[in-house]
């Protein structure tokens, strides 16, 4: 089953814009993660942010996190194409090793 | 440092067909995961393994699927017989347990293997 909702579904900007993708989920979290998946490359993990963080940030990536509204949002500045993927996020509810449960992703399209 | 692998990248097969996925973990890294995912949604797990020993197995359909990692390395996802809904990716990811912070709790994926059920 799905944790985590990604919203919106689908994203096109300019390059050079900013784009910002929101994820809700539904119980508690460890742990939220940031993943980009593009036919070249695979599934890469992007950051992660703690439940007891509310800011983090790496390179043009800001992540916050909101454990009261159980949303977290991935911010990325100055876009460039090579950033046209899906971005998911993903929770873990437990410490350790446990799996993640991921959201359905947002499509994220930069346009030249 | 060599990145996790599958085999193979693609499938077709025809529907009651058996089929399986190969995945080698990156060097050292004791927790293995095989996740499915379907066509416009996010992966989702389907076994974890420490070592030789699935610890989470609740989501894998077991009257078709399995899956083996002998020896704590590799691993073999089976379907067995395939049906139509069983078209997707599957993903192998593998992370370490060592004592790295949050470098534990990174996953590590693999480039997946597309599967077409007829």
């Known amino acids: 089953s799905q944790q985590g909702e990604e919203d919106p579904q689908a994203l096109s900007i300019q390059e050079g814009e900013n784009a910002t993708m929101n994820c809700s989920y539904k119980t508690s979290i460890n742990n939220l993660q940031w993943y980009r998946q593009n036919s070249g490359r695979g599934l890469v993990h992007l950051i992660l942010i703690r439940s007891n963080e509310r800011e983090k940030h790496s390179g043009r990536l800001r992540v916050t996190l909101d454990t009261s509204k159980k949303s977290s949002s991935l911010l990325i500045t100055a876009s460039r194409a090579a950033d046209t993927a899906s971005y998911f996020c993903?929770?873990?509810?437990?410490?350790?090793?446990?799996?993640?449960?991921f959201g359905k992703g947002t499509h994220l399209i930069i346009q030249p | 440092e060599a990145g996790v692998v599958q085999s193979p990248r693609y499938k077709i097969i025809e529907k009651k067909q058996p089929v399986a996925f190969w995945c080698n973990p990156i060097s050292g890294h004791n927790t293995l995961y095989w996740y499915r995912q379907n066509l416009g949604q996010g992966p989702e797990l389907l076994i974890r393994y420490e070592n030789e020993e699935a610890v989470d197995d609740s989501q894998l359909p077991k009257d078709r699927f399995s899956a083996e990692r002998l020896k704590g390395v590799d691993s073999t996802l089976k379907i067995q017989p395939a049906e139509l809904g069983d078209s997707a990716v599957y993903l192998c990811a593998s992370s370490s347990s060592r004592p790295q912070g949050w470098l534990t709790d990174t996953q590590y994926f693999g480039p997946g293997t597309r599967l077409t059920v007829l």
């Open positions: 993903a929770t873990r509810s437990g410490g350790g090793a446990d799996g993640l449960t």
